[in-house]
Every structure is written in structure tokens, then in C-alpha cells.
């Protein structure tokens, strides 16, 4: 798309200025809402009752995050969202691992081993991205009883896979489409077993969709509520829930410094990964799901 | 206050002690129990903190389960979550017409050996002892009892409007004009459905009384719930949108409250547990805040009551655990302070009540003689009335009214008749 | 071998190899079987549970006195019902409208070889990664009239100036759709970008000197080229607005009284807060229907793309 816009002129120049007008509008607009959290999030509670939302703090303090932390109250624990940080990590690591490798051998099976019925398998599997979360609920909570795994982070992690994989499933399917089958043909008349295909031909390969897999697993198991709230005890709660107990506590005055502290935490993980990797996201997905 | 403190501590030296020497007896004895309640903020969290203190010196073990929000909306979907998968905490926050529910489920376990023993029977207030009943067996224990009907105001507010604290609408309504004038917004209120019909419902019962109250939104009368009464009562309680200011959406019922103390409101209606609000800012009743029945509801008490409900269990162990829980609740330590912290009065009328506010003490005395006169009747916006879903088609149209610009009396009076209905 | 398909490719080999090939043959449905199982079991047993339910009355907890399709019945009568579904097209057809035309607009501006384009693009796509739980706190304050923008334009010195969707029962659900704009919007630009970097530069080039405008190009020429990023963008927006859940709830709480309701949220206050898991069982079939009609012509065309492909 070279010499779209030709430079130098004053027209073009002009024309240059408002695209920039524009997308800065645009930036800004995206950026108010973390902008008023962070900004919020480090000044004292005196400074948010007087001062607007985007007035920048006069005294900048880091306690609201010490005290979102290790301090805030919910009940009777003044312990803040510190601990069910990780719990939320214990949760998502194997949560995102499982569901990955599940989706990753689903993908592989269902494009380069087809058999008969095995688009019907896909189409069967698709359903589940599809599926309203709150209409599982009570079922689920009967199932997590049977297996005696109610209230436990293995609970959490099994729910979170079984509806991960097929969002896992669909990304490495749509991936491994486009890659070519000649290869895992000679391959296969070399003798190579299925494993060994995947391992010596697909997974080299699959990185974008790797990356892909594991940021949407990532932050829709990070930012779950729904399931966090309903199958988990007073010990297991994911950092979401402990968040919400947070901000629906009330506490005489309400501290929205500490309040927005606690968001920024429970928001910071899923932020970075965007930040650091969303140009690889959205490149690998561009790669599987958008494929014409 | 006093009392509370030292007992429960000795009473735990002794108990490390026995603990310590006949160790296999006591560890048969020490039962753990899950409590899933939603008294989160501060002055709660404080007072349920009694309870564990004074479980933990029995020698009982509390695991602390809050889940906030919602006026515990969320508590019980976690409770229906953790019943279906069988594994239910083994007390949990519920109350009124709900615990009937559990109840016929076979989910809760009784009470009637303690409730036997400490005399439950002369010590509850027969209409508080029926709520905790379900099939002539005590299912649960009640903590406090809350009065809904209570408006709260800031004196110098009412001084800078030059008004009076009003005893009946009308007074509001002139007061209101005044106040406006003067620059402050006459009610605090937050647009949630619950919070619209409390107002509701204090508004009704000024209009029509607590008979109509009573038959309307207890018994579900048809004729009452579309009859004119209520549409006088819904027009009233419309007419109070012109006291409320425009950032009330969606607002909590505490933020509300912190306009009526940071002087940006004149009152606020709302039950007493807003007093733990004021009492966290270091007010005092009668001089920093007033407190007065609704206006037009001096004759009448809408009680809500927070109890615990026992789930059954099997363990002996946790059954013993479950028993003494039920017997500290109703102990005068922890009525005491944990009423202090919250607002209500205790639910048993005869702890000594001088280290009461003076708001309390006349909501005791309101509750007692009301209960005489027939002024006490359960509060259906806090689910003390009626069943879930029958509370829930109510809310729909009171909120719905309240909103919308369209929708005449008559039309949400003919709505409730069918909703009741349905709801059934 | 490439050329016989894929079923009598593998009977073949398994006639010939026996004990090591059939296991060979058979290993990808092996693989295959456990998440087959899930499928079946947790999502359409849980569908079919589900629908059992939405026939009972069931009122707290699961009970199986069935009643038929009364549940439905009642669903059709109640108001608050129609005035969720009605909200869940309105607020679904600008969602998805909106984030297109942002998401496409945005995306061929950041195409014209901008400085610091990287940096523009992850602010545009953060709000992806950041659930409502997190922002619904910051979007109460922006969209509140007294607390957020309404408050800050009006101490700039505009005092006539009103921004008050939030508890205006009409314009309520436009709230939603501003907070769910930001949220994917910038999602769907991403797509588009990477659409637009696919389109072989050639087509355009010829375009040009053709002597077409450079408006004219873009309509004409590359929108047409991502028909296939439209179309999977409209099914990613399209199932997002269908579960949108915890938007409503941190946002508007379904509000003022329940002119902001959706499906998602009607279901979940019927059947966990109302004690009505009859009737939100069925709710939630209804909304099992309207995912059905999206995904049908989905999945067809998902599967007549992998035969050309």
C-alpha cells in the first residue's frame, strides 16, 4: 500500500493531521476508563472526594495498592486480594495447559486424520463455545458434587477445561486447515505414527497458534466470575471474586482508591500478556479463525 | 461492651487447657463450622467476629465464608451451588419465608435440643420464633431484628432549610420543596430495585395502614393489591421521585447514606442498619443524626430479621459444633455486640438495652407495642413477606413504575393483582 | 495416495497392516473420544437437563413435577421478558453494527503507514483483556451524571450539558452498548488490520492507476476482499452479545428497574435469585434457540470452507 497518501502537500498534510486527530481521539477514548483507574488508584481518599475524575493526584501515594493487597477487608479478612492472586494463577496454569494440549491433539486429529464423521465431531464440539454459561451452573454444581470435587481448585480447573477445549479445539483446527498435507502424507507412508507426526511436523509449526490458544484461555479464565463465584469455598476463590467481595464491601466511607487498586491487580496479568503479546494474538488468529 | 470481652477469653485459656490435657474427649468434641453469611462491611464483619471468637473459644473451629454483594443475591446462588452439589455449609445467612423453603427441601437440620434447653420458646417473641420454625422444629436462630420504616436525617441540613423533621408526607413533601430551595437534595436514595421498594412499601403502609399492608403484600390479596388504596399508594410513592436527585441509579444504599451524613442530602428512608454507617463516621444518635419512624408510620414497625439457618449434617462432631453456634447467637455477649455494630435491636427483648442508642431503644419499644396494637408486619422488600418469586414479581413492577415515564397507578395496581398470580 | 479420500485411505491401510495399523487408524478417534465425551455430556446433557427442567416446576432447587410447557407459557405473558429479548436485538444490532464500522474504520486509518502504530494498536485492543468485574466500577462513575462525564463537561463550564443514558429508562441499554463498544471494538479492528495486510497489493495498485479515488478503493475494492473477517468478526460480536452477563451487572444492574435487562441476566435472576429455575430453565432454552440461529449458518459455512480448503 505504498504512496496511499502522497506527502508534502498541504492538502495531504492536512488530511495527515486529522488521521492523526482521529486516532488519538480514538486512543483516548479507549484509554479513559484505565486512566481514571490508575489515576484514582494512587491518590488519597481526601483528593477523590474534591477533585474530578481525571485530575491528576496531588500527592501520589502508593498505600491504596499496599492496602488492596495485603490489608482490605472482606468479612472478617483483612487480608486483601494478595492470596486469591494466586489461587487464580494455581487455577489458570493448568487450566490454560490442559485445554491447550487437549485442543492442540483435537485440531490435529480432526484436519490431518479425518475419518468418517469427523466434521460432525467438529460441529458437535463448536456447540460448546456457543453455550450460555449460566444454564450449566446447577448441573455442573450436581456433576462437581458426584466427583466430590465441589469447592476445589481441580473443580474450577476441570470446568474451566471442559468448556475451554472447545474454543481450543476450534483455533487449532481452523490452524492445522491451512497447513499442507503433503507432508504428513509422505510421512504417513514413511511409517510415522500419529504422535510422531504431530510432534515432527505440526507442533514445530504451530507457535502463532500456541500463543493464540493460551492468551484467550488465559484471559478468559483470569477474568471469569460466573464459575469463580458458584464452585469455589471461602479458600479457593479466584482473584475475580475476592475483587467483587472487595468492592461490595462497604465500609462506612468507601474507598474507591483502594477499590481501583485491587482492579488494577486483578486486571494487571491479563493487561501484560496483551501488552506483550497481543501483536502475536491477534497475528495468530488472523491465521486460523479468519481464514477465508 | 465490657462484659464481652473478658469471659470468652478465660473461657478459652480453660478450654486450651482441657483441650491440652484430654486431648482424644476434646478433639471428638471440636466440630468446624462453614458459615456463609454476607455481613461484610466493617461494623458487621466487626460484630460477626464476636461469633467466632466465642465459637473458637468453645473449642469449635469458624471458616469464614463472605461472599458480598447484592444484598446477598450472590450468597445464594453460591448456597444453591453448594446444596446441589451436596455439600452445603453447615450454617448459612437465610431468612424469612426462604428458610420454609430449605426447610421442605430436607435440607436443614433441627434445633430443638438447644432451643430446648436455653427455653428458646419464652425467650423469642412468638412472632420471631414462627420464622425460625419449620414444621413445629426450630431450623434456625435469629440475630437481630431490624426496623425497615425508619427515616434518617441531618439536622444541620434541616436547619439550613429551615424545617422541621417531617411525621407525615405531607410534611416531607412541603419539606422537601424547602430544602430543594436551600440547595440540598431532600432524600438520598439509590435506584436499585430493593431500595425502590422499601420506599414503596414505607409508603404504602403511611397511605393505607398496616391491615391494607398487611392484606396486600402478605396475604396477596387481589382486591387490596389492585384496589384504590394501592393506587393512591403507588402515586404517592411516584411523587417521591421529585425528592431524589439524578445520580441515584444504580447508587448503594450506603453511598446514599454518606450524602445524608457529608451534608449533601437531608435523609435518607431506610432500615436501621444504615445507623452503622453513621456510627462509622463517628456520629451520634440525636445530635449528629436523627432518627424518626417514616413519616406517616409512627404506628407501625416493618421488621426484618437476619438469622442463621442450620444445615443437616452427619458428623457428631460438626452437629455439636452446629448447636453451639445456635446457642452463642442467641447468648446475650454476642446480642449485645452485634447489634451494637449493626443497627437492629436483639431478638431477644430481654437483654439489658442502656448501652443502646436512643434509636434502638425506641425500636424496641415500637417493636413491643406494635406487636400489641398489630402496627408489626413482615417487610416484603426485604424478603420477610412473601416467597422469591412472588418478591421478585413485585420489584419488577414497583421498579418498573418508579422508572418509567408512561405507565399510570392504575396500570402497575392491575399488574401486581396479576403478577401475585402468576407468581403462584 | 493424496488423491483417494480420506475413509477408504485408511480402511485400506488398515487391511493391510493389522494389529499396529488399525490401532493407528483408530488413535485420532481416541484421541478425539474423551473431549466427544465432554461435549456430550456437559454441554448437551446439560442442554437436555436443562430443557427437562424448563418442564418441571422447579422452584429453588431441581424438582421433577413436570408441567408440561407451562414454564414457556408463562415466559410469553411476562413483560419483563419481552423487554430483555427486545433490549438483546436492539442492543446486539448496534453492538455488532458499531464495532464493525469502528473496528473497520479504525483499522484502514492505522493501515496508512502511521508512526507508533504498534502503540496505537495495543491501546485500542486492551480493553479485550479486561473483564467487566474489573471496569464496571470506572464505567458506573464515567456514565453516572453526577459523579462522571456529565459532572467533569459541566465543571469545564458547559452547564447545560447532560449525559444521563444511565438512569433514563429509554437510553439505559445505549450505555451498554457504549461500554461494549470499547470493550471489542478494538478487537475488531485488530481482525481488520490483519485482513488488510493480506490483501495482495497489486489489486490495489491496479486500482490506482485506473485513476480511482482512494475512498472509492477501499469501498469498492478491499472491503469486498474481507468478506471473510466480517463474516467471523459478526460471529464473534454476535455470540458476545448473546452472553453478555457480567456487562449488565456491573454496569446497570439491569436498570432503572429493569429497562436494561437482557437475557442472560433475566435467566440468571429467575432461576438463582427467585427461586424460579422452572421458568428460567426455559428463558435460558429461548436463548439456546437464538444462539442455534446464529450458529447454523456459521457452522455450514465453517464446513463447506474446509472442503475447499
Given amino acids: 500500500m505504498d504512496n496511499v497518501i502522497r506527502r508534502r502537500t498541504p492538502a495531504a498534510r492536512l488530511g495527515r493531521l486529522t488521521l492523526y486527530a482521529v486516532l488519538i481521539l480514538a486512543a483516548l477514548f479507549y484509554l479513559l476508563p484505565l486512566a481514571v483507574m490508575l489515576i484514582t488508584s494512587v491518590k488519597p481518599l481526601s483528593e477523590i472526594s474534591a477533585g474530578t475524575l481525571l485530575a491528576l493526584p496531588q500527592a501520589p501515594t502508593l498505600e491504596p495498592w499496599a492496602k488492596a493487597w495485603g490489608e482490605a477487608c472482606t468479612g472478617m479478612r483483612c487480608e486483601g486480594v494478595g492470596g486469591y492472586f494466586f489461587n487464580s494463577i494455581a487455577i489458570v496454569v493448568p487450566a490454560v495447559l490442559i485445554s491447550t494440549v487437549i485442543g492442540a491433539l483435537n485440531g490435529y486429529a480432526l484436519t490431518k486424520w479425518r475419518f468418517k464423521g469427523s466434521e460432525l465431531v467438529f460441529a458437535l464440539m463448536l456447540f460448546g463455545c456457543f453455550i450460555p454459561f449460566q ?18 481448585r481441580a473443580g474450577l480447573i476441570l470446568v474451566h477445561v471442559v468448556f475451554g477445549i472447545a474454543f481450543t479445539t476450534l483455533f487449532f483446527r481452523n490452524f492445522y486447515v491451512a497447513v499442507p498435507t503433503e507432508l504428513v502424507s509422505a510421512a504417513k507412508l514413511d511409517g510415522a505414527g500419529f504422535f510422531r507426526i504431530f510432534w515432527r511436523i505440526l507442533l514445530p509449526v ?16 483470569w477474568n471469569d466470575f460466573l464459575f469463580g463465584v458458584a464452585f469455589s469455598a471461602h479458600d479457593t476463590q479466584p482473584v475475580t471474586v475476592a475483587l467483587n467481595n472487595l468492592v461490595n464491601t462497604s465500609t462506612g466511607v468507601r474507598e474507591y482508591n483502594v477499590d481501583m487498586a485491587a482492579a488494577m491487580i486483578a486486571a494487571l496479568p491479563t493487561l501484560v500478556v496483551y501488552v506483550l503479546a497481543g501483536k502475536y494474538f491477534v497475528r495468530g488468529l488472523t491465521a486460523g479463525s479468519v481464514k477465508g | ?53 466465642l465459637m473458637e473459644g468453645e473449642g469449635h473451629d469458624w471458616q469464614d465464608f463472605a461472599v458480598a454483594g447484592g444484598g446477598g443475591e450472590t450468597a445464594m446462588t453460591v448456597l444453591k451451588s453448594r446444596a446441589m452439589s451436596g455439600n452445603p455449609p453447615s450454617a448459612a445467612q437465610i431468612k424469612g419465608p426462604e428458610i420454609q423453603e430449605w426447610g421442605e427441601l430436607g435440607l436443614l437440620g433441627d434445633l430443638d435440643d438447644v432451643a430446648e434447653a436455653e427455653g428458646w420458646n419464652e425467650l423469642l417473641p412468638e412472632i420471631v420464633a414462627d420464622v425460625m420454625k419449620h414444621d413445629g422444629q426450630y431450623v434456625a436462630v435469629p440475630v437481630n431484628v431490624h426496623r425497615v420504616n425508619w427515616l434518617w436525617a441531618n439536622p444541620e441540613v434541616l436547619d439550613a432549610a429551615g424545617v422541621a423533621l417531617p411525621t407525615t408526607l ?8 424547602a430544602i430543594r430551595e436551600a440547595g440540598y437534595v431532600p432524600l438520598a436514595h439509590g435506584g436499585q430495585p430493593w431500595q425502590d421498594a422499601t420506599v414503596f412499601e414505607t409508603v404504602l403502609l403511611a397511605t393505607a395502614g398496616a391491615d391494607f399492608y398487611r392484606r396486600a403484600l402478605v396475604e396477596l390479596d387481589p382486591e387490596a393489591l389492585g384496589g384504590e388504596e394501592m393506587i393512591e399508594a403507588l402515586a404517592t410513592f411516584k411523587r417521591m421521585r421529585e425528592l431524589m436527585d439524578d445520580g441515584m441509579s444504580g447508587r448503594d444504599w450506603n453511598i446514599a447514606t454518606s450524602m445524608v451524613i457529608g451534608g449533601d442530602a437531608a435523609m435518607q428512608i431506610m432500615g436501621d442498619w444504615a445507623k452503622g454507617e453513621f456510627t462509622a463516621a463517628g456520629l451520634t444518635a440525636g445530635e449528629d443524626y436523627l432518627c424518626a419512624p417514616a413519616p ?3 404506628e407501625a414497625f416493618t421488621f426484618n430479621i437476619d438469622s442463621l439457618a442450620m444445615f443437616r449434617v452427619t458428623e457428631e462432631a460438626e452437629r455439636e459444633a452446629q448447636q453451639t453456634l445456635a446457642r452463642l447467637v442467641l447468648e446475650p455477649t454476642f446480642q449485645e455486640a ?39 408486619v413482615p417487610s416484603m422488600a426485604h424478603g420477610m413477606a412473601v416467597r422469591a418469586d412472588v418478591q421478585g414479581a413485585i420489584f419488577d413492577i414497583v421498579t418498573n413504575f418508579f422508572n418509567a415515564s408512561d405507565m399510570t397507578p392504575e396500570d402497575a395496581a392491575k399488574r401486581m393483582t396479576s403478577a401475585a398470580q402468576v407468581a403462584m | 495416495m493424496s488423491t483417494v479420500s480420506s475413509s477408504t485411505r485408511t480402511s485400506r491401510v488398515a487391511v493391510g497392516r493389522p494389529a499396529r495399523a488399525r490401532l493407528q487408524a483408530w488413535l485420532p478417534r481416541l484421541v478425539l473420544s474423551p473431549s466427544i465425551a465432554i461435549s456430550l455430556f456437559f454441554v448437551y446433557g446439560f442442554m437436555l437437563w436443562t430443557f427437562i427442567l424448563s418442564l418441571t416446576n422447579s422452584r429453588m432447587l431441581p424438582s421433577y413435577d413436570f408441567v408440561g410447557f407451562a414454564q414457556y407459557g408463562r415466559l410469553m405473558v411476562n413483560e419483563r421478558w419481552w423487554v430483555a429479548s427486545t433490549n438483546l436485538v436492539v442492543f446486539g444490532a448496534l453492538f455488532v453494527g458499531i464495532c464493525l464500522v469502528v473496528g473497520a474504520l479504525l483499522a484502514i486509518l492505522l493501515d496508512q503507514r502511521i508512526r ?57 441499554v445505549y450505555t451498554l452498548v457504549i461500554a461494549a463498544v470499547w470493550q471489542a471494538s478494538g478487537f475488531v479492528m485488530a481482525l481488520f488490520l490483519a485482513g488488510l495486510r493480506g490483501i495482495d497489493d497489486s489489486i490495489i495498485k491496479a486500482a490506482q492507476l485506473d485513476g480511482a479515488s482512494l475512498p472509492r478503493i477501499y469501498l469498492r475494492v478491499v472491503i469486498p476482499c474481507l468478506r471473510p473477517v466480517v463474516f467471523s468478526a459478526v460471529m464473534i460480536l454476535a455470540h458476545i452479545a448473546i452472553k453478555s452477563f457480567d456487562l449488565v451487572v456491573a454496569l446497570t444492574g439491569g436498570g432503572p428497574g429493569y429497562a436494561s435487562d437482557l437475557p442472560a441476566t433475566f435467566m440468571y435472576a429467575h432461576a438463582f435469585t427467585r427461586a424460579q429455575i422452572g421458568l428460567g430453565s426455559a428463558s435460558a432454552m429461548l436463548m439456546l434457540g437464538g444462539v442455534l440461529a446464529i450458529l447454523i449458518p456459521y457452522l455450514y459455512s465453517e464446513l463447506r470452507s474446509r472442503k475447499h480448503g
Fill in chain 1, 135 to 152: 444454564v450449566v451452573l446447577l448441573p455442573m454444581a450436581q456433576t462437581l458434587g458426584w466427583l466430590g470435587l465441589s469447592s476445589s
Fill in chain 2, 170 to 177: 405531607d410534611e416531607l413533601f412541603a419539606a422537601g420543596e
Fill in chain 2, 296 to 298: 406517616g408510620t409512627a
Fill in chain 2, 1 to 53: 461492651m465490657h462484659a464481652l470481652k473478658h469471659p470468652p477469653l478465660l473461657r478459652r485459656t480453660l478450654l486450651g487447657l482441657a483441650v491440652a490435657t484430654a486431648l482424644g474427649a476434646a478433639q471428638a468434641q471440636a466440630g468446624e463450622v462453614e458459615v456463609l453469611h454476607w455481613w461484610t462491611s466493617g461494623g458487621e464483619a466487626r460484630a460477626a467476629n464476636v461469633l467466632k471468637e
Fill in chain 1, 206 to 221: 504451530s507457535a502463532p497458534i500456541i500463543v493464540v490458544s493460551v492468551i484467550w484461555q488465559f484471559t478468559q479464565i
Fill in chain 3, 116 to 172: 507508533q502504530e504498534g502503540a496505537l494498536r495495543t491501546l485500542y485492543l486492551y480493553p479485550m483483556a479486561l473483564s467487566f468485574i474489573v471496569t464496571g466500577v470506572v464505567w458506573k462513575w464515567l456514565l453516572n451524571p453526577s459523579l462522571g462525564i456529565q459532572a467533569m463537561v459541566r465543571s469545564w463550564g458547559f452547564e447545560s450539558f447532560t449525559f444521563d443514558w444511565l438512569i433514563n429508562p429509554d437510553m439505559a
Fill in chain 2, 338 to 376: 452485634f447489634n451494637l455494630a449493626k443497627g437492629s435491636i436483639p431478638a431477644r427483648p430481654d437483654i439489658d438495652m442502656s448501652e443502646f442508642d436512643q434509636c434502638a431503644q425506641r425500636s424496641l419499644e415500637d417493636f413491643q407495642h406494635t406487636a400489641e396494637t398489630g402496627g408489626l
